[in-house]
């Protein structure tokens, strides 16, 4: 099985700032790699897909970029909506999550 | 557009069957996999399986001894059943669309908690 992680495990941002996750496979994923955001009671919300691509209404303050191993989500500038928690999913086999991470308020 | 909502017993007891049932409305089954996802309370998210409209499913190896996904296109439905259930099993249990297009899942339902107590 190929294992997920995520880095960090949590951060605390402000309003404004730039904010990268990093997601590693344990094996080569090719691109199939996607971006998650889950608030707090609410169902997770797909927002990359293909490593880079956006999903359809998703602001395009959300990009992505990786292949391979190594993976990243950056918002560019953190708006208060963007407090949640972010998973990586790969689907090259068997799909998987990473743990997570969450992004707080500063 | 496509919804969909999950159904079934809040409450199973330990040793005994999970079945949840996923309706689908607003569109067409087919040419998807429909996918079983699970959150424990506070903690993050774990793919069960998935079936494809043909009936061809997949599971996720550890529970692969427990689980049956079977979908009816039919009736617009797919359901999950878990035997021999412990507590670990209580989670969030999420029915998805998984678009081999995308190849992701990207569209949700609500969420049924269903909790294994005696």
């Known amino acids: 099985d190929i294992h997920m992680t995520q880095s960090p495990s949590s951060l605390s941002a402000s309003a404004g700032d730039r904010v990268t996750i990093t997601c590693r496979a344990s094996?080569?994923?090719?691109?199939?790699l996607n971006w998650f955001q889950q608030k707090p009671g609410k169902v997770p919300r797909l927002l990359i897909y293909?490593?880079?691509n956006l999903q359809s209404g998703v602001p395009s303050r959300f990009s992505g970029s990786g292949s391979g191993t190594d993976f990243t989500l950056t918002i560019s500038s953190l708006q208060p909506d963007d407090f949640a928690t972010y998973y990586c999913?790969?689907?090259?086999?068997?799909?998987?999550f990473g743990p997570g991470t969450r992004v707080e308020i500063k | 557009q496509v919804q969909l909502q999950e159904s079934g017993p809040g409450l199973v007891k330990p040793s005994e069957t999970l079945s949840l049932t996923c309706t689908v409305s607003?569109?067409?089954?087919?040419?998807?996999?429909w996918t079983w996802i699970r959150q424990p309370p506070g903690k993050g998210l774990e793919w069960i399986g998935y079936?494809?409209?043909?009936?061809?499913?997949q599971y996720k190896s550890s529970l692969r001894s427990r689980v049956t996904i079977q979908v009816d296109t039919s009736q617009s439905h797919f359901s999950l059943i878990l035997t021999s259930v412990t507590a670990a099993d209580t989670a969030l249990y999420y029915c998805?669309?998984?678009?081999?297009?995308?190849?992701?899942?990207?569209?949700w339902g609500q969420g049924a908690m269903v909790t294994v107590s005696s």
């Open positions: 999913q790969q689907s090259f086999n068997s799909p998987d």
């Open positions: 607003g569109g067409s089954l087919s040419g998807f996999y």
């Open positions: 293909g490593a880079s």
């Open positions: 998805a669309r998984y678009s081999p297009d995308l190849a992701a899942f990207d569209i």
């Open positions: 094996q080569s994923i090719r691109h199939y």
């Open positions: 079936v494809h409209s043909s009936g061809n499913a």
